[in-house]
């Protein structure tokens, strides 16, 4: 019996089984394996390895009235089913077009197959001469997340320095990055997470563990938002060459347009570090006009910085 | 025959399968275009072997039924691979990436089939926006759907330009040719007129830009994954940066960072002086200048301070 035969009789057992089969149970169902047992349990490990990496999901349990138990293997056909999206020929072809117009690293032709593969006649292979969008590599991570978020899963991981309890609601991937936001058990609040910052494995609880509640995704542009303090308004002055950073960045209502093209930009400060940090990533392209404790905030700063190098 | 190995066609034939018990039969060309499947190779499989797959006690009824006639084939029986495999995360991720960020870059999708698509694939997977948000950079209004329309037909474009490294506002000939997201920005890069060889632009700083009557006149077709730039060749500088400070390195190319308990030496490229200003401005009280790879990329930094002074002095 081929390789291709014998998995493809595995799966449709393990698929068809109501309750976990022995290793033995699927030997002799499924024939073709070798009559020698150390040769047949090598033969069944790599065989169950190949359908995991493909992505099947093999769940281990112990067969019934067995003693002591033995292992037991079956595939549960909802977590093997797709969810079927219903795509008409033409939205499927338009998601096929912008994969290849759009380079992302992690899309392999496989995806599509499941979807019904791609229609013929269509520029597939092909790359066309897009962007790429790199989506990092925490893309296997971001995966794992989206499965625990989909089936409600407490995931547990290690970040910095401090074991986490996430209730996982929101994936965001933004300028560049992948986040995470939740319920954090462990502190109690929502809070937010990078991937590439959490270290280790992560480690998923059982499905349906908590009740979903909404949660924000990062803030990666005013993050002088993102703070406890008590808010302070406060209005900057960017000149005309950068104007063009907050007219595409913030809000209409957030901005004003001067006659000689710079913008006056009112914002809420709850972080003033953040702020800071905002403010002078322009260099002399901006000024903080209002409030005067936020000026001399910011000559303040500016004169804590050693000037090793002395000037002329 | 090109080889194809058992798991890869597996991982084709439970994907085709229950798309041709869907189509109640489907021609075999199409079949093997679909899913990547040699024609040769996939009448050999659906004979061989889907025929004889099946479950105890493998009488007929058990066992899938496999109907070839002249270039149709029919599946019966499959009860097993009724319905396809599910997306992994990843994979659901990665397909509204390409979707999301086809959609941004290229508002052409005039019937919509991309962005109902979308829709349709989130709803399944429970991916809705609340859930899975994807930015793929910001750009003024009108600037990235010209700058693509451009390059499609080999169009310069005439563009009000702001570069942070000059601290100037420019107007340039570009020729748009290649696009990509770095770090949440979308950047354009093709030939410049004006500096008379390809640069790059962040589109977010592009002001405006119009289509010109002018086609490509630079010979020079930049291979899309050859980069322009090189992190490898800019220049290096040694920042000393306090640990309370450090955060403002975060998705920075560094090199090296040696710990230290109140600060760190972090050595790093740097694409321009005032890039380097800006950042060490930022880092503030307690940032130093450990050393430079090009000499001239160290001065500069009081003028700058000054200057941000001057404008925040009490009037």
Same mark, same amino acid.
């Given at each position: 019996m081929s390789k291709l035969e014998r998995l493809l009789k595995l799966l449709a057992v393990l698929i068809d089984t109501e309750q976990p089969l022995s290793a033995e149970d699927l030997r002799r169902r499924i024939g073709g394996y070798p009559d020698n047992n150390a040769s047949f349990r090598r033969t069944f490990e790599r065989d169950k390895d190949d359908l995991?990496?493909?992505?099947?999901?093999i769940r281990v349990a112990s067969v019934p009235a067995t003693e002591p138990p033995l292992d037991g293997y079956i595939v549960d056909r909802d977590v093997y089913e797709g969810q079927d999206p219903g795509l008409e020929p033409e939205e499927l072809a338009a998601l096929h077009l912008a994969a290849a117009l759009v380079r992302v690293d992690a899309l392999g032709e496989d995806a599509f197959w499941k979807l019904g593969g791609a229609s013929p006649g269509e520029a597939t292979n092909e790359r066309l001469d897009g962007p790429s969008v790199g989506l990092t590599d925490t893309n296997e991570e971001a995966g794992v997340l989206h499965t625990a978020i989909s089936e409600r899963r407490v995931v547990s991981f290690r970040y910095r320095d401090?074991?986490?309890?996430?209730?996982?609601?929101?994936?965001?991937?933004?300028?560049?990055?992948?986040?995470?936001?939740?319920?954090?058990?462990?502190?109690?609040?929502?809070?937010?997470?990078?991937?590439?910052?959490?270290?280790?494995?992560?480690?998923?609880?059982?499905?349906?563990?908590?009740e979903r509640r909404p949660a924000r995704g990062p803030e990666v542009t005013r993050t002088w938002e993102l703070g406890d303090e008590d808010p302070v308004s406060a209005l900057v002055r960017i000149d005309a060459e950068e104007a063009i950073w907050a007219r595409v960045h913030l809000r209409p209502d957030e901005i004003?347009?001067?006659?000689?093209?710079?913008?006056?930009?009112?914002?809420?400060?709850?972080?003033?570090?953040?702020?800071?940090?905002?403010?002078?990533?322009?260099?002399?392209?901006a000024e903080v006009l209002e409030p005067p404790e936020l000026r001399a905030m910011i000559t303040e700063w500016l004169r804590g910085i050693e000037l090793v190098e002395e000037s002329r | 025959?090109?080889?194809?190995?058992? /798991?890869?066609?597996?991982?084709?034939?439970?994907?085709?399968?229950?798309?041709?018990?869907?189509?109640?039969?489907?021609?075999?060309d199409e079949i093997s275009e *679909?899913?990547?499947?040699?024609?040769?190779?996939?009448?050999?499989?659906?004979?061989?072997?889907?025929?004889?797959? &099946?479950?105890?006690?493998? /009488?007929?009824? /058990?066992?899938?039924?496999?109907?070839?006639?002249?270039?149709?084939?029919?599946?019966s029986y499959a009860d097993w691979f009724s319905r396809p495999m599910r997306l992994s995360g990843s994979e659901i991720l990665s397909l509204l990436a390409?979707?999301?960020?086809?959609?941004?870059?290229?508002?052409?999708?005039?019937?919509?089939?991309?962005?109902?698509?979308?829709?349709?694939?989130?709803?399944?997977? &429970?991916?809705?926006?609340?859930?899975?948000?994807?930015?793929?950079?910001?750009?003024?209004?009108?600037?990235?759907?010209v700058l693509r329309g451009a390059a499609e037909?080999?169009?310069?474009?005439?563009?009000?330009?702001?570069?942070?490294?000059?601290?100037?506002? /420019?107007?340039?000939?570009?020729?748009?040719?290649?696009?990509?997201?770095?770090? &949440?920005?979308?950047?354009?890069?093709?030939?410049?007129?004006?500096?008379?060889s390809d640069r790059i632009f962040r589109v977010d700083r592009i002001e405006s830009a119009e289509t010109t009557a002018e086609a490509f006149t630079s010979a020079?077709?930049?291979?899309?994954?050859?980069?322009?730039?090189?992190?490898?060749?800019?220049? *290096?500088?040694?920042?000393?940066?306090?640990?309370?400070?450090?955060?403002?390195?975060?998705?920075?190319?560094?090199d090296l960072i040696e710990h230290g308990d109140d600060a760190a030496a972090v050595t790093l490229p740097v694409s321009s002086t005032r890039w380097l200003q800006q950042l060490m401005i930022r880092v503030g009280p307690g940032v130093r200048l450990l050393s430079t790879s090009d000499e001239t990329m160290g001065s500069g930094l009081p003028d700058a301070v000054e200057r941000i002074m001057l404008r925040h002095s009490t009037s």
């Amino acid at each position: 019996m081929s390789k291709l035969e014998r998995l493809l009789k595995l799966l449709a057992v393990l698929i068809d089984t109501e309750q976990p089969l022995s290793a033995e149970d699927l030997r002799r169902r499924i024939g073709g394996y070798p009559d020698n047992n150390a040769s047949f349990r090598r033969t069944f490990e790599r065989d169950k390895d190949d359908l995991r990496t493909m992505g099947v999901t093999i769940r281990v349990a112990s067969v019934p009235a067995t003693e002591p138990p033995l292992d037991g293997y079956i595939v549960d056909r909802d977590v093997y089913e797709g969810q079927d999206p219903g795509l008409e020929p033409e939205e499927l072809a338009a998601l096929h077009l912008a994969a290849a117009l759009v380079r992302v690293d992690a899309l392999g032709e496989d995806a599509f197959w499941k979807l019904g593969g791609a229609s013929p006649g269509e520029a597939t292979n092909e790359r066309l001469d897009g962007p790429s969008v790199g989506l990092t590599d925490t893309n296997e991570e971001a995966g794992v997340l989206h499965t625990a978020i989909s089936e409600r899963r407490v995931v547990s991981f290690r970040y910095r320095d401090v074991d986490r309890e996430l209730e996982p609601a929101r994936l965001s991937f933004t300028k560049g990055q992948w986040y995470v936001s939740g319920h954090d058990r462990t502190r109690d609040a929502e809070r937010v997470f990078r991937l590439d910052r959490i270290d280790g494995d992560m480690v998923l609880g059982p499905a349906d563990a908590y009740e979903r509640r909404p949660a924000r995704g990062p803030e990666v542009t005013r993050t002088w938002e993102l703070g406890d303090e008590d808010p302070v308004s406060a209005l900057v002055r960017i000149d005309a060459e950068e104007a063009i950073w907050a007219r595409v960045h913030l809000r209409p209502d957030e901005i004003e347009i001067a006659d000689d093209g710079s913008v006056i930009v009112r914002v809420l400060v709850r972080n003033t570090d953040a702020f800071r940090d905002w403010v002078l990533g322009f260099l002399d392209n901006a000024e903080v006009l209002e409030p005067p404790e936020l000026r001399a905030m910011i000559t303040e700063w500016l004169r804590g910085i050693e000037l090793v190098e002395e000037s002329r | 025959m090109s080889k194809i190995s058992a /798991t890869d066609r597996m991982a084709r034939l439970i994907a085709a399968i229950p798309w041709i018990v869907d189509q109640d039969g489907a021609l075999v060309d199409e079949i093997s275009e *679909r899913f990547d499947y040699p024609r040769d190779l996939l009448l050999q499989d659906l004979q061989d072997v889907v025929f004889y797959v &099946g479950v105890p006690p493998y /009488t007929p009824d /058990t066992l899938i039924e496999v109907t070839i006639d002249d270039d149709m084939v029919w599946i019966s029986y499959a009860d097993w691979f009724s319905r396809p495999m599910r997306l992994s995360g990843s994979e659901i991720l990665s397909l509204l990436a390409a979707g999301e960020a086809a959609l941004a870059f290229d508002n052409q999708d005039e019937a919509g089939a991309l962005a109902r698509g979308l829709t349709k694939l989130r709803l399944a997977t &429970g991916s809705d926006t609340e859930t899975v948000d994807m930015q793929f950079g910001l750009a003024s209004e009108n600037v990235l759907p010209v700058l693509r329309g451009a390059a499609e037909q080999q169009m310069c474009v005439d563009i009000a330009y702001y570069s942070f490294a000059q601290d100037e506002r /420019t107007e340039r000939r570009i020729e748009p040719r290649r696009f990509f997201v770095d770090q &949440g920005n979308w950047y354009v890069a093709g030939f410049c007129h004006r500096a008379s060889s390809d640069r790059i632009f962040r589109v977010d700083r592009i002001e405006s830009a119009e289509t010109t009557a002018e086609a490509f006149t630079s010979a020079t077709e930049a291979s899309p994954d050859e980069p322009m730039f090189s992190i490898e060749e800019a220049p *290096r500088a040694s920042v000393l940066v306090p640990n309370a400070r450090l955060y403002l390195l975060d998705g920075l190319p560094v090199d090296l960072i040696e710990h230290g308990d109140d600060a760190a030496a972090v050595t790093l490229p740097v694409s321009s002086t005032r890039w380097l200003q800006q950042l060490m401005i930022r880092v503030g009280p307690g940032v130093r200048l450990l050393s430079t790879s090009d000499e001239t990329m160290g001065s500069g930094l009081p003028d700058a301070v000054e200057r941000i002074m001057l404008r925040h002095s009490t009037s």
